[in-house]
């Protein structure tokens, strides 16, 4: 029997001590989006605030990558096959990606003001190297996990020098959570839609 695949759960600790302080990206800090067969790669992202994310199109025809609803708004437009767009993620959130031109397309970003996350491969695991002791809030955040379960996951855990493990998280998913979404313009994908671009859609 195949084992299911646990992977894309984040989880981060912001350290709530004394000794806290607000965490931005390295200069130059650059991540990548990669739009290829159709779909985002990977589909969920976790950067630190400030970092610059590319959306490069391997695709043979056009996209339109938009994130209009949470965390860092932009719309790219029009772009065709070979060609790259940037976006800075200044602020802190969680930022849902989308094409509007293939309504199958999806992805997630993830800005954080802490370097202290990790998200989960197919086994479950996840690991979030090189944290120094002290006391931090632990948040966690899966696509198809209600809003309100993620929140009662969320708690202060201490670090110390001979901690290692956080423990098991136990999440109860959604199939259908975060499925059906509109596009940059608020209307279904397919509906005629007041000055939109004319495009076809491979």
Known sequence: MRSPDLSGTAVWLTRIDNSARVYKAPAGERAQLLQKSKSFSPHLLVVPVGSSVEFPNQDPFFHNVFSLFEGKRFDLGLYESGSSRNVVFNREGISYIFCNIHPEMSAVVIALRTPYYGISDRRGLI?????PPGLYEMQVWHE?????SLKSLTRRVEIDLDSNSLGLLHLTEQPKLGQHHKNKYDHDYGDATP???VYSRP
């Open 127 to 131: 690991v979030i190297p090189n944290v």
């Open 144 to 148: 198809r996990v209600l809003p309100e």
């Open 195 to 197: 000055n939109s671009p």
